[in-house]
Each structure stands twice: as C-alpha cells, then as structure tokens.
T-cell receptor, first 114, second 112 residues
Framework: GAGVSQSPSNKVTEKGKDVELRCDPI?????LYWYRQRLGQGLEFLIY????????KSGLPSDRFSAERTGESVSTLTIQRTQQEDSAVYLC????????????FGSGTRLTVV | AQSVTQLDSQVPVFEEAPVELRCNYS??????LFWYVQYPNQGLQLLLK??????LVKGINGFEAEFNKSQTSFHLRKPSVHISDTAEYFC??????????FGQGTTLQVKP
C-alpha cells in the first residue's frame, strides 16, 4: 500500500481483556517497529522486526505484551490482561532495507483501557 | 547503549523570533539522526534527516539542523517561527542496528 496502515484506529477495552493491534507496513519494507506513546510523553520503543532475523524485543514492558510478524508483511501486537496503564497510542513504523528513506509511521491505534 | 536526549521539555517563543531545539545523542557507532514533528492530534511527520555528507541539513517548513560530531549534537533551528509551528518535536537516532530511538520530545509553544 501507499503508507503504513494500522487498525483499529481506536479501541476501548475493559481492564483484564486481551487486545490485538494490527499493522500493515509498506510493501517491500523489511523492517517493522512498534512504539508506545502515552499521553503527553515521548515514543517508547517496544519491538523491532528486521527481515528473518530474531526480533529485538528489548522494549516490551512485560510478558503481557507480545508481537508477531508474518514474513515481511502484517504484524500484530497483542496485549493480554490489559491494565489501565496500557492506555496509550500504539504506533507502527516500517522502513526500507537500506534504512535510507526514513521511517514511515502509521496513524496509530489509540487504546483506552477502562 | 544508544540514547537520544532532548534537553528542553518546553520552549516558549514569540512569533517571528528564532528558535533552537536541542538534541544530543550518544552512540559508539555510525549514526543516522532525524527530527520529527507531531501537530496536535496528528501523526508523526519527518522534518529532516542526517545520513551522511554535509553536516547542515535542510528540511521542510524552513527548519534546518546541524550535525556536530564533536559535540554529539543535532540541534534543530528555525530563523523565524510562526504560530503554526506550535507542535511537539522529536529527535531520533539509529545506529547500524536499525533500532530507532526517540528523545522525550520538546513542546514548541509559539506565542503571538
């Protein structure tokens, strides 16, 4: 597609429920990233997929968070047993193999845990 | 570990005045640096990037930044700001690992 697509754009869930967030990167982009942006704060790195290499999961805040990517396409970020502190905008970005074109960000999924 | 530090959380400035938003990075390897802008309730937009070559990088909306290796800085500047420049600005960097790390952001508040 023309850009990075994320769905849903908004998600309201009850505390304790599981949620799945989806990211469709730009076609041909081998690298994909997930970030979290809490209200009024910066972007917190969560996880990074690069081609067939093992993902860099160093930013995942707890074992309730996991992410998968199918080949070089769609990625899903799953949050189990959601807590109120998980409320944030979750941003996905992708970039071309050479990393020379800049990182293209999706519009994000705004997650609200009530 | 690689890190990006934005020294000011908020920068108030009057319209038509010059502005500088400061960013320092730490990395032991080659580095690529970026500035992004986020307008209220909108997504991230790339302002400019430094990959190699000339240390003075010009971006959109009249912004420019200078890569200073000796001071490990990549400060963002604009000679004359407009009300419409009011936004959150993020400095980011990556090394050859490809992981993009962001600073905490600087809120630019342009006052009339």
């Amino acid at each position: 597609g023309a850009g990075v697509s994320q769905s849903p754009s908004n998600k309201v869930t009850e505390k304790g429920k599981d949620v799945e967030l989806r990211c469709d990167p730009i076609s041909g982009h081998t690298a994909l990233y997930w970030y979290r942006q809490r209200l009024g704060q910066g972007l917190e790195f969560l996880i990074y997929f690069q081609g067939n290499s093992a993902p860099d999961k160093s930013g995942l805040p707890s074992d309730r968070f996991s992410a998968e990517r199918t080949g070089e396409s769609v990625s899903t970020l799953t949050i189990q047993r959601t807590q109120q502190e998980d409320s944030a905008v979750y941003l996905c970005a992708s970039t071309a193999p050479q990393r020379t074109y800049g990182y293209t960000f999706g519009s994000g999924t705004r997650l609200t845990v009530v | 570990a690689q890190s990006v530090t934005q020294l000011d959380s908020q920068v108030p400035v009057f319209e038509e005045a010059p502005v500088e938003l400061r960013c320092n990075y730490s990395s032991s390897v080659s580095v690529y640096l970026f500035w992004y802008v986020q307008y209220p309730n909108q997504g991230l937009q790339l302002l400019l990037k430094y990959l190699s070559g000339s240390t003075l990088v010009k971006g959109i909306n009249g912004f420019e930044a200078e890569f200073n290796k000796s001071q490990t800085s990549f400060h963002l500047r604009k000679p004359s700001v407009h009300i419409s420049d009011t936004a959150e600005y993020f400095c980011a960097g990556t090394s050859n690992t490809g992981k993009l790390i962001f600073g905490q952001g600087t809120t630019l508040q342009v006052k009339p």
